[in-house]
């Protein structure tokens, strides 16, 4: 399976990462099982983090805060094309911090409605694999 090294990503993996598609996002319930979700991200090559805006309420929020953050994945797909964003995520409620993902999301998709109980996720990514 082809692995890439998140300090060394060639163009065509940054390009695919900054092409508007949706991907899904693998959290650990409490019992230990995966839930997945579809979610639009955003990755931010200098950081090596990728984001995804939220609301607090939501199931993937509740599997990352009753751990205090855990491992979590987001894969993206487009035909023959797919890359698995692996790392340990964290949710945030800071207002910076939750400011630059939705940036970041408007630049990717389109401006999201304004929410007074938004959440980032961010995910630290320690590796990445697929076909770009």
Request: net charge positive; proline share 7%; aromatic share 6%.
């Amino acid at each position: 399976m082809p692995r890439f090294d998140p300090a060394k990503l060639p163009r065509e993996v940054l390009d695919f990462l900054a092409e508007r598609h949706l991907g899904t996002l693998t959290t650990l319930r409490r019992d230990g099982t995966p839930h997945v979700t579809p979610v639009g991200f955003t990755y931010d090559d200098e950081r090596k983090l990728a984001r995804v805006i939220t609301f607090t309420g939501a199931a993937k929020v509740r599997n990352l805060d009753s751990s205090g953050g855990g491992p979590a994945v987001i894969c993206q797909m487009d035909g023959g094309r797919w890359l698995s964003l692996e790392g340990r995520a964290v949710v945030t409620v800071d207002p910076q911090r939750n400011g630059e993902g939705i940036r970041r999301y408007a630049e990717r998709y389109r401006q999201p409605n304004d929410r007074p109980d938004r959440a980032t996720i961010e995910l630290t990514v320690e590796r990445i694999l697929g076909r770009a």
